[in-house]
């Protein structure tokens, strides 16, 4: 049987971009579903979801109302396509900057095996056109230090344009975890390589929006960092204890 698909796209103020955003993500995936979450917009994005969804069809829409942040809108996601049956879950940006022509190739890495595929910057192929050195380099630094601090196999742990293989997500439960920034796509690469999943990374083109402001703030920045340094201190001292009882539990059969 066929595999499900849901698209689930977190919007606050995107009345500008999201027509386009899904009537080329219907173009891209004619047959997968979309999932647009809504915080309390309140220059009428929902509206404009509601007319292209009786345009294109395929499309529901979760109004919440207010602005809670991106991890959260995406916890309610996923609890919306793992409660309706959907074998994948992929999340995009509402911005125009996560092009919807690269998804058949996140549905096909999943296909293939993959428990969570990324769209990455930062491999072969993918790109960051129009950003400052400060940016990248920023970017580049705050993935770096995840990488090392948490031990992670990606490339680009804070893409927010992936696809995730639902039995993967009910592992992790993904409804429990902290972020409610940007720091959620770290949080959620972290536990699907704590569970030992197969992780993909597919090349992208990361364009800055053309219209409306970006959601990035220092405290979202902040927020990620302390996150990621805290997950570290504790694998630490969690293996640290680990060490420490094997050694006495030696010691103590070498003793009797």
């Known amino acids: 049987m066929k595999e499900r698909s849901l698209i689930i796209i977190p919007t606050y103020e995107e009345s500008a971009n999201i027509a386009e955003v899904l009537h080329r993500t219907r173009a891209s995936a004619p047959t997968t579903d979309v999932l647009v979450v809504d915080d309390g917009s309140p220059d009428g994005t929902a509206a404009v979801v509601r007319r292209v969804a009786s345009e294109l069809g ?12 991106l991890g959260s809108a995406y916890r309610a996601g996923f609890g919306f396509g793992l409660d309706h049956g959907y074998d994948v879950l992929i999340e995009m940006d509402a911005d125009l900057s996560h092009d919807p022509i690269v998804i058949p190739e996140l549905l096909g890495a999943v296909a293939n095996g993959a428990d969570l595929a990324i769209g990455s910057r930062y491999i072969p192929g993918g790109a960051t056109p129009g950003w400052s050195v400060h940016r990248r380099l920023l970017s580049r630094a705050g993935n770096w230090y995840a990488r090392q601090a948490l031990d992670l196999g990606t490339h680009d742990a804070t893409s927010g344009f992936r696809a995730y293989r639902a039995t993967m997500l009910r592992a992790i439960d993904a409804a429990s975890t902290q972020a409610t920034g940007y720091g959620f796509q770290i949080e959620l690469a972290y536990l699907v ?5 197969s992780v993909a990374e597919v090349p992208i083109e990361f364009v800055e929006r053309r219209r409306g402001t970006s959601k990035m703030s220092a405290r979202i920045t902040v ?3 302390l996150l990621v340094t805290g997950w570290a201190l504790r694998d630490r001292l969690l293996r640290f204890g680990q060490r420490r009882h094997r050694r006495s539990g030696t010691g103590a059969a070498v003793a009797a």
Do not use: N, T
């Open 58 to 69: 395929q499309i529901a829409l979760l109004e919440r109302s207010e602005k809670a942040g």
């Open 193 to 197: 390589g704590q569970r030992g999943g």
């Open 223 to 225: 927020e990620a960092l």
